[in-house]
């Protein structure tokens, strides 16, 4: 069965940098769309950025755009999200997801999640 594993978070100051590691495994990675999420105390689930199958397209919420990046290693079946310039409301729970489909476009039907990992930014 498809598996996702997080990993990276953590605590880190206000301005600061993390990125955050997605395992995948249980099919070829290569052929699907891959996301992050977020979920902070007492809000629902929220998209904060998706790759493309090939990677060739990426795309962002507006409130992350200029500070993360996605990107992912097909070779290694990961996807990472690089957060720079980190603020306490990037403080979540951070969630890998994976398209339940092949080869979508602009994806938007997540089948797969993972555990998620904690991400605290103190200011």
Do not use: H
């Amino acid at each position: 069965q498809v598996q996702l594993v997080e990993s990276g978070g953590g605590l880190v100051q206000a301005g600061g940098s993390l990125r955050l590691s997605c395992a995948a495994s249980g099919r070829t990675f290569s052929m699907y769309d891959m996301g992050w999420f977020r979920q902070a105390p007492g809000k629902e689930r929220e998209f904060v950025a998706a790759i493309s199958w090939s990677g060739g397209s990426t795309y962002y919420a507006d409130s992350v755009k200029g500070r993360f990046t996605i990107s992912r290693d097909n070779a290694k079946n990961t996807v990472y999200l690089q957060m720079n310039s980190l603020k306490a409301e990037d403080t979540a729970v951070y969630y890998c997801a994976s398209a339940r489909r092949p080869y979508t476009i602009l994806n938007t039907d997540w089948g797969y999640w993972g555990q998620g990992t904690q991400v605290a930014v103190s200011s």
